[in-house]
């Protein structure tokens, strides 16, 4: 208990020794404060020199105060003070004034669980005495408003999913923290999210403020930047990186470059070099603007031709031969190019001076929150090195027109008038006179001038669909006439000196192709030939044990080919024992024989004639004989096997 009455007393005592640090959301006494950074809304409070080890025998005291009626959040980044018994040696108290509730004394490394303070106001204590290590602690604050308040040291890699909306307070700025990246390929995962927040010009150090960014896929190589008074690093591949979204950050047309100033430089071989407004533009080739002689009230005025929403500007210094830049430097807007305003912080009670460029090749970013809305704008350098040297560039977007929403009067009912007679009188179209009595043959000309492009339109998809059935019909026949039907057989006279053929003969012999109109009319009413058969050997199929009565008066003109043999007599139809044998089948009269196929094979290609026959009776009945090949004529026998040609 005495332990505990002891810090309160020490801190009484180093209020009295030391000038209390006043500000509008609260105050700071004690020789342990750290970092800190109190606004109504937000803030953030350290030990003294963290995150190294705190100092021996210091105390520090905070009054935070939020507006009435609100609550406030408390979110502990870090903490690490030595521990001891009850947390007599070091601790950390938290205490509500409007209420008397305290919470701690709190001690170790662990950090606490976000506290909630049902009041507007809270005093945060911190006591060291004699102690060997610890870090001391890292404290941030918001309103109840804000429920989703982060640390400042936050990674992107405590986060899993692809979007990402927390609340960052302010005063991240200066507490230690890695970033690696810049605004254009995105942040390493590994960066603290609001260090990149202030880094990428999404919200303001002074302030904090609400982010939504998203997580996407990493790059190999992260480029470093210098930009609103931070460097990143950089750094090397990653899985993830950080996307902050800027709805207007494109990059702004420059009309016209105007300067106080401009260097002409003549160097000793007498060369002429101009370092005019114009050379300011990041599109310019060669040297920058420089201003002769360089002095604090030179200046560089940009035009853009109309009013522009601008939140950003990006400087460079001279050239690789030079090294001439501007450290820091003031702008000016203006609306009209005469009354020109100072940009102030976002309190507006100074003038904002912005952290320039470190050498004469880097670009530096700095974002203007809340933006500028102007046409005219002036750069006005304060500090340096050499001379006074810029290449210039701005962000924005365009000035969105809204109109002002005109206020609701609600409006008598009207009387409307009791109409007695049909009115005659029409209401004039501007450029058109139209007269009533015409108006009725004018409606009757455009009816049938449509009436007329409508039938002839049918017309002609008519004649269409005709022209191709008729080409459709064309085609068919012509295939058609490729189709040739057998003939039929037709007998040769014994003084005939041209064999019977299947064939189609060939056009030179007077052969002409019949009329056919569809493919029904062929079979049975015209003549046709059918193609010729490839020059294979072809073998008819005999037919046996068929009844001469089933044969009829066509067996008694058939010709039978008899082929002699040495096992039986010659010209027997078939003798027992004696396998049948087959003749090729004809060709076409003029083709030439082809060789044999083998041993004790016939020729694929002969030729038959019909030789002169001599009739000569056998049991069978008279049968007609040739030399070269036996022809029978049956006439009335029981069984006979008879062979066709093949066709």
Request: aromatic share 8%; glycine share 8%.
């Amino acid at each position: 208990m005495r332990s505990r009455l002891r810090a309160p007393l020490l801190l009484q005592l180093f209020q009295l020794l030391r000038p209390l640090d006043v500000s509008p959301a609260g105050a700071q006494s004690g020789d342990g404060c750290g970092h800190t950074v109190l606004t109504p809304h937000s803030g953030t409070l350290t030990s003294k020199n963290y995150p190294g080890t705190y100092p021996n025998h210091t105390a520090c005291e905070w009054r935070i105060q939020a507006a009435e009626g609100s609550s406030l959040l408390l979110a502990f980044g870090d903490m690490d003070i030595e521990s001891s018994q009850r947390c007599t040696s070091s601790f950390l108290l938290l205490s509500s004034p409007s209420d008397g509730t305290s919470r701690g004394p709190y001690c170790g490394n662990s950090n606490p669980t976000p506290l909630v303070i049902n009041s507007s106001s809270v005093t945060i204590q911190f006591n060291s005495t004699t102690h060997r290590s610890g870090r001391g602690f890292l404290l941030s604050y918001a309103t109840s408003q804000h429920p989703d308040l982060i640390s400042c040291l936050d990674k992107g890699t405590h986060y899993h999913q692809e979007q990402i909306s927390v609340f960052c307070p302010a005063g991240c700025k200066g507490v230690t923290g890695d970033i690696w990246g810049n605004a254009k390929q995105g942040y390493r995962d590994t960066s603290v999210l609001c260090k990149a927040a202030i880094h990428a010009g999404v919200i303001l150090d002074e302030l904090g403020g609400q982010l939504t960014l998203s997580r996407e896929k990493g790059i190999t190589l992260y480029e470093s930047a210098f930009a609103n008074g931070l460097h990143s690093k950089r750094g090397s591949l990653s899985e993830k990186r950080l996307i902050f979204h800027k709805a207007c950050d494109h990059a702004l047309e420059i009309a016209v470059f105007n300067a106080s100033s401009s260097w002409h430089e003549v160097n000793a071989m007498g060369q002429y070099t101009p370092w005019t407004a114009e050379q300011a533009a990041f599109s310019a080739h060669g040297s920058s603007w420089a201003a002769d002689p360089s002095s604090g009230t030179e200046w560089l005025e940009i035009d853009l031709g109309g009013r522009k929403n601008i939140t950003g500007i990006i400087t460079k210094g001279s050239s690789d031969r030079y090294n001439f830049y501007v450290k820091s430097y003031q702008v000016f807007s203006s609306r009209d190019g005469k009354n020109w305003k100072a940009y102030r912080s976002s309190s507006g009670q100074e003038e904002t001076v912005f952290e320039g460029n470190t050498d004469s090749l880097q670009e530096v970013s700095n974002t203007f929150i809340p933006p500028i809305l102007a046409r005219y704008l002036r750069i006005v350098p304060r500090s340096w090195n050499q001379r006074i040297a810029l290449k210039v560039a701005l962000q924005g977007c365009q000035v969105a027109r809204l109109k002002a929403p005109r206020p609701y009067v609600p409006s008598a009912p009207k009387e409307v008038p009791i109409l007695t007679s049909i009115p005659t009188d029409h209401t004039p179209i501007p450029g058109v006179a139209i007269n009533p009595e015409k108006a009725g043959s004018m409606l009757l000309v455009m009816l049938l001038i449509g009436g007329f492009v409508l039938l002839s339109s049918g017309l002609l998809l008519l004649a269409l669909l005709c022209c191709k059935k008729r080409k459709t019909a064309a085609e068919l026949n012509c295939s058609l006439m490729k189709e040739y039907a057998e003939p039929d057989v037709v007998q040769v006279s014994p003084s005939s000196q041209t064999a019977p053929s299947t064939f189609k003969p060939a056009l030179d012999e007077g052969y002409t192709l019949p009329l056919v109109v569809n493919h029904y009319d062929v079979p049975g009413k015209y003549h046709e030939y059918a193609e010729p058969l490839p020059p294979e050997p072809e073998y008819a199929t005999p037919f046996t044990e068929q009844a001469l009565e089933a044969a009829g008066a066509a067996a008694k003109n058939t010709c039978v080919k008899v082929v002699p043999t040495t096992q039986g007599r010659a010209g027997s139809l078939m003798s027992p024992g004696i396998l049948p044998q087959y003749d090729f089948p004809t060709q076409q009269l003029g083709e030439t024989p082809n060789s044999t196929r083998g041993e004790g094979s016939h020729q694929a290609s002969i030729v038959y004639r019909e030789p002169q026959t001599e009739r000569t009776s056998t049991p069978w009945g008279d049968v007609t004989t040739s030399p070269e090949g036996h022809c029978l004529q049956l006439r009335d026998f029981p069984l006979a096997h008879i062979y066709h040609e093949p066709l």
